[in-house]
């Protein structure tokens, strides 16, 4: 009776085991499907057509990315709360600053507001030197244990205000900003590089916001304004700085 009973367990175990594995290929399967039409619908469909971008897009899961009670609205286009008041940016606009900064690889990358992960992760896969920065110390580190998870563990990241850059590592061939400033930090336009791009949402006036991109070239910079957005605020040290620095496009 007790080694039917061992072996009735037993085989109720392995039903179970394959009943939780079979739920996780399936969910992981759905996401999969959800993300190619991600890409097909919201991207390729409208105008993010760098097929090294699209690709990024494609492979990084978002849904792992944000808390489990939003995983089923990982791939629509909306931005999405993830801790400490933040959020995760809508797949779209991650995908138009990547590809407006125009990254080759081997190129270095610094990222100021690293967030949940998922835009270094994108760039990740578009070169392997990225240093991103994060202010929020939980967010740091519940961003290096996804990365790393998922095997992005060559994302250089650090915790610690984004207005001085990252020094050491300095040129950097392309900078993003992922959050609003009223102008951009002196130190961070010193690290760009000559013929470095730099893409930020910059604030213009109480209520506006503008994705601009800047370019270095010569020593100087040009700006053009891409498009509307919205983005939560930098904060840290742009917020108490008074450099005299005016924001671009003014």
């Not at 080759?104 to 990740?124: F, I, N, P, W």
């Not at 891409?226 to 108490?240: A, C, H, Q, S, W």
């Amino acid at each position: 009776m007790q080694k039917r009973r061992l072996f009735f367990s037993s085989a109720v175990l392995l039903l179970t085991l394959l009943s939780i594995e079979g739920d996780v290929a399936g969910n992981e399967n759905s996401h999969a499907e959800k993300r190619r039409r991600m890409v097909d619908e919201q991207l390729r469909g409208r105008d993010i057509h760098d097929p090294r971008v699209l690709e990024a897009m494609s492979v990084v899961p978002r849904h792992l990315f944000v808390p489990s009670l939003y995983r089923d609205h990982s791939y629509k286009d909306q931005p999405l709360p993830i801790a400490e008041g933040q959020t995760i940016s809508q797949p779209y606009i991650v995908a138009f600053m990547t590809q407006a900064l125009n990254i080759r690889a081997g190129e270095k990358v610094l990222e100021v507001g690293t967030g949940s992960g998922y835009q270094a992760a994108v760039l990740a896969h578009l070169t392997g030197a990225v240093y991103s920065i994060e202010i929020n110390q939980k967010l740091a580190a519940l961003a290096r244990r996804t990365l790393d998870e998922l095997g992005y563990g060559g994302v250089h990241l650090k915790t610690g205000d984004g207005y001085r850059g990252w020094e050491e590592h300095a040129p950097f061939d392309a900078v993003i900003i992922t959050c609003a400033a009223e102008r951009i930090p002196p130190p961070l336009l010193q690290q760009l590089g000559e013929g470095g791009r730099m893409i930020l949402p910059l604030k213009h006036g109480a209520f506006s916001e503008k994705l601009t991109l800047i370019t270095k070239r010569n020593g100087k910079t040009e700006s053009l304004v891409l498009m509307d957005v919205r983005f939560v605020p930098m904060t840290g040290e742009v917020k108490i700085k008074k450099d005299g620095t005016p924001p671009l496009g003014d």
